[in-house]
């Protein structure tokens, strides 16, 4: 089977259950930013040595699938019977995750400029990346019907991608670069 189809070549494409929208669709642009979220994390798990952490986005990664896939399938589609919903007790466990780990850290004072130890730095990007995914699901459903446990989730990921990026410079000893306005350097 060839990897190229040609199908696309107009500026279109196909949705799950076979519908033709085009590549600028807000759809599309929800499910392509979740995907670029979910390579974001691949970069993060190609340097991360937390087994920990990397165990938490090996499961991020594969429910930010499904996120993608019930971005990618309009409600009322036949397809959509074949993708797992996107599920509150993501939320709850992303909640639990994010609660366990910043009783590890110190308390946060003050804004925190993105960086530190690689990973870090990833997971700040990352996180960024987790904040457009959401603005764009927001978009769609200002016109589409989509699964509030999606937009919590995201909302959610985006938060423990900022905490999980504090706990890679905590645990790596790494002090975190605070931020001070023009006046205070």
């Known amino acids: ?25 807000r759809r599309v642009e929800a499910y392509g930013e979740v995907d670029e979220l979910n390579a974001a994390l691949g970069v993060v798990r190609a340097q991360v040595e937390d087994p920990e952490l990397d165990r938490h986005l090996a499961r991020i990664q594969d429910e930010l699938f499904c996120v993608g896939a019930e971005l990618a399938t309009p409600h009322g589609a036949k397809a959509r ?10 939320v709850e466990r992303l909640e639990a995750a994010i609660d366990a780990w910043d009783a590890e850290l110190p308390p946060l004072r003050q804004f925190v400029l993105p960086g530190g130890t690689r990973t870090a730095a990833a997971l700040h990007l990352a996180r960024c990346v987790c904040r457009r995914a959401e603005r764009r699901v927001v978009a769609l459903a200002a016109e589409a019907e989509v699964a509030p446990a999606t937009l919590a989730y995201l909302n959610r990921l985006s ?24 006046g205070d350097r």
């Open 81 to 90: 019977s074949a993708i797992p919903p996107v599920d509150a007790a993501w």
């Open 1 to 25: 089977m060839k990897i190229y189809t040609k199908t696309g070549d107009a500026g279109e494409t196909g949705l799950f259950g076979g519908a033709r929208v085009s590549k600028g669709d």
């Open 159 to 182: 938060d423990l991608l900022f905490v999980a990026a504090r706990l890679a410079n905590h645990r790596a000893g790494r002090a975190e670069a605070p931020w001070a306005p023009r």
